[in-house]
């Protein structure tokens, strides 16, 4: 299947700082890319859309100026936490799909620990 | 309302024998698929099998099978010859229409014993 990349797996950090997460596709482009959040034992909870070119579409109840995403090219996505809080602790994961593909390919996903 | 339902939130199942996880879905939309991702203590999620819903026969990928019954609007995956590396969170997930986002059920974890 097609490989998505995500980077960094873990990252801690100190209360206030932002922290960004990259979201590649290796083999394909994606014009279209899914970030998603997962705190323990729950299901993934789809924080956005991010779209290749263009503004990000975010679900309810998410803070866009919280979560910034930038999918700048079409093999890259970054959502970047700004100001983490120790709330803000959780596991994050992108998701992409090839043009015309159903399936969704998940990155590793990244561990955020905020101190 | 719930759009995937997964009602069994943990199962134990022999090594070598079957294991069914159920999942049910809501959707008015005629167009849609359902998909089944496995997620093992690592955090990664892996792709299983897909099924769509113009899908005249169940999709199978190696020891995994959908059952898919449209009219019940279940998606159950069976899971044949379990092994210890089966052990693993799963999860059902639905695509409406054209619209890539994918909605998961709450999951089933799954310990295979040996």
């Known amino acids: 299947g097609a490989v998505v990349s995500q980077h960094p797996s873990r990252v801690i950090c100190k209360s206030g700082t932002s922290v960004k997460i990259e979201c590649r596709s290796l083999d394909f482009q994606a014009t279209t890319m899914f970030w998603y959040r997962q705190f323990p034992k729950q299901s993934l909870m789809l924080m956005a859309t991010s779209n290749e070119g263009s503004k990000a579409t975010y679900e309810q109840g998410v803070e866009k100026d919280k979560f910034l995403i930038n999918h700048a090219s079409l093999t890259l996505s970054t959502l970047t936490v700004t100001s983490a809080h120790p709330e803000d602790s959780s596991f994050y994961i992108c998701s992409a799909s090839q043009p015309g593909v159903n399936i969704q390919y998940f990155g590793a996903g990244t561990r955020l620990s905020v101190l | 309302a719930q759009k995937i339902t997964q009602t069994q939130p943990g199962m134990f199942v022999q090594e070598k024998e079957a294991v069914t996880l159920d999942c049910t879905y809501d959707t008015s939309d005629p167009s849609y698929g359902l998909f089944w991702y496995k997620q093992p203590s690592s955090g990664e999620m892996i792709f299983l099998i897909y099924?769509?819903?113009?899908?005249?026969q169940n999709a199978t990928e190696g020891r995994y099978s959908l059952n898919f019954q449209k009219a019940r609007k279940s998606a159950n995956l069976v899971i044949s010859a379990s092994q210890l590396g089966d052990s693993a969170m799963y999860f059902c997930a639905m695509r409406e229409g054209f619209v890539y986002k994918l909605s998961f059920g709450a999951g089933t974890t799954v310990t295979v014993r040996a």
């Open positions: 099924q769509g819903s113009y899908d005249q």
